[in-house]
């Protein structure tokens, strides 16, 4: 089987062969292989820290997929475990302040791997989370350069994510179209928490990891301290403008071939040397919302929170006469029993402690079955 990887701007292909990769997987899973209730169908992703798959429930009951998120704890040094830690303390944090009802992936259970067998795997912490259809960056690369026909649609719920998010304390840190999912209903959640911040007073701490692409040209200039390096909000609408740029333009708004190249534009840009270029098509609307996400100083950016610019692009996705009609957001197919009524394990203040406390200290450790390949 070929699987796509979305990571940062581009698409990496690797192919897996009865459960073993060619290329790295960061948790290599073999497929058939059992946890809990669940039994891995298909590889989705990975990246430096954790990988995710593909899983469908063995019993009766609902959900009936779920996409697998496993974090390799059981194989790292004592100096990789702390961040990891800290990445999974952080993700599930977000996951337990997280109302239903808004524009995030949701987390409904937690397990630890129990499988001596398997050293590689044993004591992997596995979170049980919504399975989408495919990420943003995938329908970016499927237009070729085009923009998105539902761009302001897309837009609106990364909005209303944001939203949700800063009014609950949090900056997501790592915003970029990988991170932006898209579920069997055509609508999008922000996913990947793992380098969310908590804000205290004015901004939080994230650990020096970046998406070169997505970062707010101020994240260059800050000091690393003893708790990472210090995010606000408006870092997060940073990288919304540079989203939706793509979206409606269907380009990357700082012009290159490489991340280096982009970069060196982007710096041209808030120097104040190169103004950023706009189709001529683009309506007003877009071009002054663009230009307020992409503000060069972090005070510009800090007057339009994500509640404001929620309110701005749904004026827009509420009057059908003020645009053209286009079709629905696509998806790869639709998917019964999709939605989400109750967990065998919900996220709790207790899970969350003994999660953060030692990762594998979680509520309940299930022995993994090794299961046949499917």
Known sequence: MTHVQAGGRGLAIFTQNDGLTELAWAVPVPIGYRIGDWEVTAGIATGNWASVYAARR?????????????????????????????????????????????????????????????PELDGSVVLVLDRAERS????????????????????EQICEGLDHLHRKGWV????????????????????????????????????????SDYVPPERWTERLGARGLPVRTSADIWALGVIAYELVTGRYPFPGAGVRTRAIAAAQYTAGSEPIQFPTELTPFWRSFLTDCLASTHAERARHDAASLLERVSAITSAPSARPPSPRLPAARSRAGRGWRRSAQSITPTSLSLAAAGVCGLPHAYHAEPGRPS
């Open 172 to 211: 997501h840190g790592d915003l970029k179209p990988a991170n932006v999912l898209v579920m069997a209903d055509g609508s999008v959640r922000l996913a990947d928490f793992g380098l969310a911040a908590k804000i205290e007073g004015t901004h939080g701490f994230m650990p020096p990891l970046v998406s």
């Open 58 to 118: 063995r019993t009766r009951g609902v959900p009936a997929e779920a996409a697998l998120k496993f974090a390799a704890t059981g194989t790292l040094t004592r100096r990789q475990i702390g961040p990891l830690r800290d990445m999974i303390q952080r993700e599930l944090a977000v996951h337990h302040d997280a109302d239903h009802s808004s524009r995030l992936i949701r987390c409904h259970e937690i397990h630890e791997v129990d499988d001596a067998a398997r």
């Open 136 to 155: 943003l960056a995938d329908l970016i690369a499927d237009q070729g350069g085009a923009p998105i026909p539902e761009a302001a649609t897309v837009i």
